[in-house]
């Protein structure tokens, strides 16, 4: 194996191990979610062992990242193509799950536990914007309302309205965002039409 290569997958552990805490996951827990034993993952995350293909397709699976991310490959010179997860200085991540330009545009953000000192600053700018937690709390600042929302809770709102999001101090938060142009929204069926 090249100098370059042996690096890289050493470099892996780190990751592995910071989006697993990130996560609030026990070796156990993603053990049992990837069929990789928990011996072998603490030697992955310790770097002690470098990953094969078969570990770095479910791993990167189960924290939807893509294998890319995990191995920090160059980015190519698209950003449209590229839809490697942005960490953040406050330890955030952001996901883009939409490759197309225009429209309403899809991301899952990772948000750490807050801190319990933590202060909102809310912004506002031109558009619209539906959220839907999958896991923990998500905490939402709208305009004078401060709103928990739960997995399986929704929002929309106008983004003219000054917002904020953030996790809560109980641990981190999982949630998708559709954000559009001002006025475009998504656009939810709450009935089924029958044939006839």
């Not at 839907?132 to 309302?145: A, I």
């Not at 709102?157 to 981190?172: E, I, K, N, V």
């Amino acid at each position: 194996m090249d100098p370059m290569t042996a690096s890289t997958l050493d470099a892996v552990g780190g990751r592995l191990k910071q989006l697993r805490l990130r996560r609030d996951v026990t070796l156990t827990d993603l053990a049992h979610d990837t069929g990789i034993s928990v011996s072998t993952l603490s030697r992955l995350e310790a770097g002690l062992r470098r990953p094969t293909l078969e570990q770095l397709l479910p791993l990167a699976r189960y924290h939807g990242v893509t294998i890319d991310s995990l191995v920090d490959a160059p980015r190519t010179s698209n950003p449209r193509l590229d839809l490697r997860p942005l960490t953040c200085d406050d330890g955030s991540v952001v996901i883009p799950l939409t490759r197309r330009p225009g429209g309403i545009q899809a991301y899952k953000f990772v948000l750490p536990a807050a801190s319990q000192d933590e202060e909102p600053r809310l912004h506002s700018h031109e558009g619209h914007d539906w959220a839907y937690v999958l896991n923990g709390t998500l905490r939402l600042v709208l305009g004078e309302h401060d709103l928990r929302l739960a997995p399986g809770e929704a929002v929309e709102f106008d983004t003219r309205t000054p917002h904020w999001f953030g996790a809560t101090p109980d641990g981190p938060v999982e949630y998708l965002s559709l954000v559009g142009r001002q006025g475009q929204r998504a656009h939810v069926r709450a009935t089924t039409r029958h044939q006839q």
